[in-house]
């Protein structure tokens, strides 16, 4: 089921799935040391879900290092190029679902990873989003959050407020500290941390659920 209060935001991914992969071009530096270590965070594991794939650029790591991948998006048309980036790999190993990040249609603690790749600075409740990828995970599973960290820098700070003028749907700026504070106030322990330099930089942290946060 995907949210009626979420149908703006939705519309600006739609509008523009055709020049993300362009668009990233601005803010590329981190991404390959990011991919990198998502892929390596889900080694091995059996069942890795990934909300906010977009077209796929970090799916296609994670699928060569999980034994399967679930690939989510809440805008069809990143969903459509999801599919036809694995297509083109010719990866078997990988569903492409449309869903809504507040609303997963998966039976609970059925992962035993999930991979939340620069989405945090998005989702409008970050409570409500961390709650249901804590329902996804198998005791034990580990979450990969890497984040954009639009206020670390002078520059990404700028750059940050350009996007804005774009209607680019941004609900919060954080630095590496806020988003440490953030997870860890929802119950998550952060198991490794790695700030990757970029004009947005991106902070890159692995968790688990350590204790009850009270979320729904």
């Not at 069809?76 to 990040?101: H, K, P, S, T, Y």
């Not at 680019?168 to 504070?181: E, G, K, V």
């Amino acid at each position: 089921m995907l949210s009626e209060d979420r149908a703006p935001e939705r519309q600006y991914w739609e509008r523009n799935a055709a020049l993300y992969d362009l668009s990233l071009r601005v803010l590329h530096r981190p991404l390959p040391r990011m991919v990198h270590l998502a892929a390596e965070a889900v080694r091995d594991r059996e069942r890795v879900l990934e909300v906010a794939a977009g077209t796929g650029l970090v799916t296609v790591a994670l699928a060569l290092a999980a034994r399967q991948v679930v690939a989510t998006d809440y805008a069809a048309a990143m969903v459509a190029r999801l599919e036809q980036r694995i297509q083109a790999v010719g990866l078997g190993n990988v569903q492409c679902r449309q869903a809504d990040l507040y609303d997963l249609p998966f039976e609970a603690g059925s992962f035993d990873g999930v991979v939340a790749a620069n989405v945090l600075h998005l989702v409008p409740d970050l409570p409500r989003a961390l709650a249901a990828l804590r329902r996804m995970l198998k005791p034990g599973g580990c979450l990969v959050a890497p984040t954009f960290v639009h206020d670390e820098t002078p520059l990404a700070w700028a750059v940050s407020r350009l996007l804005a003028v774009t209607g680019f749907p941004n609900h919060r700026r954080f630095t590496a500290a806020s988003l440490t504070r953030a997870l860890d106030a929802e119950g998550i322990e952060i198991v490794y941390g790695e700030m990757l330099p970029g004009v947005i930089p991106i902070q890159y942290l692995e968790g688990a659920f350590a204790r009850s946060s009270g979320a729904a």
